[in-house]
């Protein structure tokens, strides 16, 4: 599976972005999508998380009723909706792909497959 990510810019504090992550090779021997990101001098950070098939999506804490992140099974892509924007969510995000069980979806080393990053840079 290769994963190509996308979308990352400039934006000013409070506003949107999405980032797209597009899936190719065999995407459906995965479980699981999800996006990471890492912030300059900061370990890396799970955002989010869900099922490649139908599922409850999982968030991180300090995404939580601002992120959505949401597939299309057509295009074999994955997207990650960003509102609200904080100057904390300063990063490179990262998609990724795997099969973690559901109760360490959270764990970056249970993935596999890893997008090569996009920076997203928050404004104040």
């Known amino acids: 599976v290769q994963l190509q990510a996308s979308g990352g810019g400039l934006v000013q504090a409070g506003g949107c972005l999405r980032l797209?992550?597009?899936?190719?090779?065999?995407?459906?021997?995965?479980?699981?999508v999800g996006w990471f990101r890492q912030a300059p001098g900061k370990e890396r950070e799970f955002v989010a998380a869900?099922?490649?098939?139908?599922?409850?999506?999982t968030y991180g804490d300090s995404v939580k009723g601002r992120f959505t992140i949401s597939r299309d099974n057509v295009k074999n892509t994955v997207y990650l909706q960003m509102n609200s924007l904080k100057l904390d969510d300063t990063a490179v995000y990262y998609c990724?792909?795997?099969?973690?069980?559901?109760?360490?979806?959270?764990?970056?080393?249970?993935?596999?497959?890893w997008g090569q990053g996009t920076l997203v840079t928050v404004s104040s």
């Open positions: 990724a792909a795997g099969r973690p069980i559901t109760s360490a979806i959270r764990e970056g080393r249970l993935y596999y497959y």
């Open positions: 797209s992550c597009a899936a190719s090779g065999r995407p459906f021997s995965v479980a699981v």
């Open positions: 869900r099922p490649w098939s139908d599922g409850v999506a």
